[in-house]
């Protein structure tokens, strides 16, 4: 949706009208490098934008020599995309770094929080491990107590999470780092409140919830504990227009993930623009330093490492406002991180 939205308001690159071929990687990296030479070499695409998944994503940049376009994550975590590739950029998520480094300090800066106990557990795959390392190394450095440095890792169609919660109860541990795809994380809350976890044990998560679920989800929900890049609640002009012309072209809440897609097109359109050209090369000079000024501010791709440099929020979750998408549950902002906060430095 961010993307589709995003090249109708361009409308044109280079006097030419924007075309966007979708395919579904079916968060499978042998699938995503099918459908991405299929994209190249038969629908002649110029460039690759999206992908939900970290492992998608790596799969992908191993194969970019050979695909010889730029591509664009709006979403890959791992901070295994800094200075990858000349034509591998990253522009919409957070790296797991910049996330880490928002989480502890706001676990910090929380008297309820910086004197539990953390059990992490992530999603079995390599956006998840990248995560929960990150969070651990960062938490021991500053004197957050983990419980289990090896982590717990849940394979990612995990449904029943009753195993897991009974093994976090008996640890004894009061809070929880999780590293889960966003539509688990409320799913996970709902369970966790099921076992009488709700207020004993705080959830910090390295990764949004998405809104939708968080409305399915309901009062368990309440209190998950996070950094990232936007959410509904950010008060700026460019937030609460975007977020309006968002609900009334698809008629749904918006989510981060929306946002991501939307900022990391808007930042290859223009750099194709700037670039005057669809070669490879012109396009990648381009990207590496562009920056938009979008809903969550400026994101300016690091001419250093070709990662997004931006500011960021941390939220915590519960009973919304009155609000123009009758939502019952967001996640408020608490505090604005600047792009210097998180690093990491250029």
């Known amino acids: 949706y961010g993307i589709e939205m995003a090249a109708e308001e361009k409308g044109t690159v280079l006097g030419r009208p924007i075309e966007l071929i979708v395919e579904d990687t079916r968060v499978k990296p042998p699938v995503a490098v099918t459908k991405a030479e299929?994209?190249?070499?038969?629908?002649?695409?110029?460039?690759?934008?999206?992908?939900?998944?970290?492992g998608v994503g790596l799969a992908l940049s191993k194969n970019i020599d050979k695909l010889n376009v730029p591509f664009v994550s709006t979403h890959v975590m791992t901070t295994k995309f800094y200075g990858l590739h000349p034509l591998v950029f990253r522009s919409g998520q957070l790296a797991n770094d910049q996330t880490a480094v928002g989480?502890?300090?706001?676990?910090?800066?929380?008297?309820?929080?910086?004197?539990?106990?953390?059990?992490?557990?992530?999603?079995?795959?390599?956006?998840?491990?990248?995560?929960?390392?990150?969070?651990?190394?960062?938490?021991?450095?500053?004197?957050?107590?983990?419980?289990?440095?090896?982590?717990?890792?849940a394979p990612i169609k995990t449904k029943d999470w009753s195993s897991y919660i009974s093994k976090i109860k008996a640890s004894g541990a009061d809070g929880v780092y999780m590293a889960f795809i966003t539509n688990v994380i409320p799913a996970f809350a709902k369970q966790t409140s099921d076992f009488g976890l709700q207020g004993k044990v705080k959830l910090v998560s390295a990764a949004a919830p998405g809104p939708l679920e968080l409305e399915a989800g309901g009062e368990a929900c309440h209190g998950i504990f996070g950094a990232s890049d936007w959410a509904w609640d950010v008060d700026n002009a460019n937030s609460n227009d975007w977020e309006m012309r968002f609900w009334k072209k698809f008629n749904t809440i918006p989510s981060d993930a929306a946002v991501h897609s939307y900022v990391g097109a808007m930042n290859l359109f223009n750099?194709?623009?700037?670039?005057?050209?669809?070669?490879?090369?012109?396009?990648a000079d381009a990207l590496r330093g562009i920056s938009f000024d979008g809903p969550y501010g400026n994101v300016r791709i690091s001419a250093k490492d070709n990662c997004m440099r931006n500011s960021a929020v941390l939220t915590e979750t519960m009973a919304a406002p009155e609000n123009p998408f009758g939502a019952k549950v967001y996640m408020k902002v608490l505090k604005t991180f600047t792009a210097d906060e998180l690093g990491p430095p250029e």
């Open 271 to 283: 750099a194709i623009e700037k670039a005057g050209s669809t070669d490879a090369k012109a396009i």
């Open 103 to 153: 989480n502890v300090k706001g676990i910090l800066a929380r008297p309820d929080l910086k004197d539990r106990t953390y059990y992490v557990i992530v999603h079995d795959y390599s956006w998840g491990h990248d995560a929960g390392e990150r969070f651990i190394a960062l938490a021991k450095e500053n004197g957050i107590k983990v419980y289990n440095d090896t982590y717990d890792k």
């Open 38 to 54: 299929k994209l190249v070499y038969k629908d002649d695409c110029k460039a690759l934008i999206g992908v939900f998944s970290s």
